[in-house]
């Protein structure tokens, strides 16, 4: 079973948080788990290219560059709720709009579906700081086999969106695969997906698809 953690981070991130997590993760975390980081135009010091593969966005994500491409110009996309009227009490909370900047994390889950870099995939946001030993046995034990997600919850009847800076795919299991495809197609057409929602955050549209996939409930495993 191999686990690959993936992140990304500008270089206002990388000054401010993602170079510490780097440093953090390959002093603490086993070596037989790998991080892939996409880097959105920064060039952060890698503290073990071994176990660390350091990825330029622009590059390695041309799905990416075309969906900021299409929709940079448009208020809707970039933090403007576009019903002030319907939302009196949050419509200034810009990230619940912001698709352009959380499609930069998205857009690294599918491009490393896509690749395949790990039988789990793990996002893990890169404000995360591993302050001790993290075993390969710890981390597998966050990773049923029997399960094709696992992810924070945020506690038995609450009614907001899950917990995203960590959540594992499993590529050996089909409604992964499935999960995945859906969650790539709500950005690719995004009038007829994101933009249909409520809200256009990832953990939104990630909290909408796993309510789609409740038929599969018992395959997800929840941290919280």
């Known amino acids: 079973m191999t686990i690959t953690v993936i992140t990304t981070f500008h270089k206002p991130g990388l000054d401010l948080y993602g170079q510490r997590f780097l440093d953090s993760f390959a002093k603490n975390v086993d070596k037989r788990i790998k991080l892939v980081v996409y880097a959105e135009n920064c060039i952060p ?4 290219p071994e176990q660390i593969t350091i990825l330029d966005s622009e590059t390695a994500l041309p799905k990416l560059s075309a969906f ?5 110009d448009v208020p809707k996309a970039n933090g403007v709720c576009p019903w002030p009227e319907r939302r009196p009490r949050d419509w200034n909370k810009e990230f619940k709009w912001d698709a352009i900047r959380f499609a930069n994390k998205t857009y690294a889950v599918f491009d490393a579906f896509e690749k395949r870099l790990g039988t789990w ?5 890169a404000d995360t700081f591993i302050h001790s030993p993290w075993s390969y046995d710890q981390f ?18 609450s009614q907001t969106w899950p917990e995203c800076g960590f959540y594992g795919m499993n590529l050996n299991h089909p409604v992964c695969h499935s999960f995945l495809q859906d969650f790539e197609k709500m950005y690719e057409d995004a009038e007829n997906g994101i933009f249909t929602l409520e809200e256009w955050h990832d953990s939104y549209v990630f909290g909408i698809l796993l309510d789609k996939y409740k038929d599969f409930k018992e395959n997800t495993h929840g941290l919280s």
């Open 45 to 48: 010091q890698n503290p073990d």
């Open 68 to 72: 900021k491409a299409k929709w940079k």
């Open 121 to 125: 995939i793990v996002w893990m946001d």
């Open 140 to 157: 597998k034990s966050l990773l049923p086999s029997n399960t094709y997600i696992t992810y924070v919850g945020r506690g038995k009847g």
